[in-house]
T-cell receptor, first 112, second 116 residues
């Protein structure tokens, strides 16, 4: 176990709705990244937060947004859900000076 | 630009036989390379990491990987497969961007099946 936790475990939404996923980083880690893993594919980088600011973003539209809190926990928000947003969403944390990332168990989002 | 290519989408072995999962990388600088494992309906677990300290890297559960710069390869091996090794394996490179952020770039994955 990495110490990274995510909630909820599973979520079912309908197209057009909004969703918030949560991540609690490993103790001592100040950097959180989010990844989307579609079925049968490798994870794709969404964005990274460091000290409460987004400092890197992958090829995802603005309806994917996030927050990081003073305790370094993080949220991923997705607006106007589309069917293709159905995926496993993974949160990973690390310390600012390292590139090794430790992953949580993920949230499985199903959009109907 | 950094990238990784996993040469096999599926590998099937018998329990007790060696495992070889192949990965080639592309990087404009000395890379950090990783292997992660994902068991069904689970998150990603770090198996091992290469950081230029040694070309042969030992990881958890008896896995190891050898970095070969001349071949731009980072293949994962295990001398004897166990049933519990059945999972999806990802070869990963860490890419550093201006602004100080880094992201992990994943290969497409190799599904390892282990038969009795």
């Amino acid at each position: 176990e990495t110490g990274v936790t995510q909630s909820p475990t599973h979520l079912i939404k309908t197209r057009g709705q909004q969703v918030t996923l949560r991540c609690s980083s490993q103790s001592g880690h100040n950097t959180v990244s989010w990844y989307q893993q579609a079925l049968g594919q490798g994870p794709q980088f969404i964005f990274q937060y460091y000290r409460e600011e987004e400092n890197g973003r992958g090829n995802f539209p603005p309806r994917f947004s996030g927050l990081q809190f003073p305790n370094y926990s993080s949220e991923l928000n997705v607006n106007a859900l589309e069917l293709d947003d159905s995926a496993l969403y993974l949160c990973a944390s690390r310390t600012g000076g390292q590139d090794t990332q430790y992953f949580g168990p993920g949230t499985r989002l199903t959009v109907l | 630009a950094q990238s990784v290519t996993q040469l096999d989408s599926h590998v099937s072995v018998s329990e007790g036989t060696p495992v070889l999962l192949r990965c080639n990388y592309s990087s404009s600088y000395s890379p950090s390379l990783f292997w992660y494992v994902q068991h069904p309906n689970k998150g990603l677990q770090l198996l091992l990491k290469y950081t230029s300290a040694a070309t042969l890297v030992k990881g958890i559960n008896g896995f190891e990987a050898e970095f070969k710069k001349s071949e731009t390869s980072f293949h994962l091996t295990k001398p004897s497969a166990h049933m519990s090794d059945a999972a999806e394996y990802f070869c990963v490179v860490s890419a550093l961007f201006s602004g100080g952020y880094n992201k992990l770039i994943f290969g497409a994955g190799t599904r390892l099946a282990v038969h009795p």
